[in-house]
């Protein structure tokens, strides 16, 4: 005679959970050309694909340029600080202000092992600020962005 439990028995099937190593990976994603200021598109019209290592590179940029707590679509993790580090009083306190808060911006990436050679460069009314990225699979990468004061 079977056995006729009243709760049923099966096999529980396994479910893959990434490890850390995997989510640590950088994923590609669609190529954002920031002279034109809309996606890159090739000869056929069709998206193009950055690699892991320039969707990174265009992460940073994009967070750098974004001022925190204005839009709604991002938590306040993402972006800077740029209003309150310009009503700073002096370029000194401006810089220092700039250099704490993209380097906050960007270390909230776990992918990101540090940021660091902060160089301004003032002219008229904006900010050319230069700095280093370094990923934790990558060498280190040089990005610069203009800030209008």
């Known amino acids: 005679m079977a056995d006729k439990n009243l709760f049923p028995v099966f096999e529980v099937p396994e479910i893959n959970i990434s490890t850390p190593a ?17 996606f890159r598109r090739d000869g056929a019209n069709k998206l ?34 740029l209003h309150d580090a310009l009503k700073q009083a002096d370029r000194q306190a401006v810089e220092s202000a700039l250099e704490r808060t993209i380097t906050e911006a960007l270390m909230v990436n776990p992918r990101t092992e540090y ?20 990923g934790k699979e990558w060498e280190e990468q040089k990005i610069g962005v203009n800030f209008q004061t």
């Open 48 to 81: 193009v694909v950055a690699d892991g290592k320039e969707a990174y590179k265009q992460w940073c940029i994009k967070t750098v340029l974004t001022e925190r707590m204005e839009r709604l679509a991002y938590s306040s993790d993402i972006g800077i600080e």
């Open 22 to 38: 995997e989510e640590q990976k950088y994923k590609p994603s669609v190529y954002f050309d920031f002279e034109l200021g809309d």
């Open 115 to 134: 940021v660091r050679g902060f160089e301004f460069t003032w002219t008229g009314d904006s900010i050319y600020c230069e700095f280093i990225v370094k």
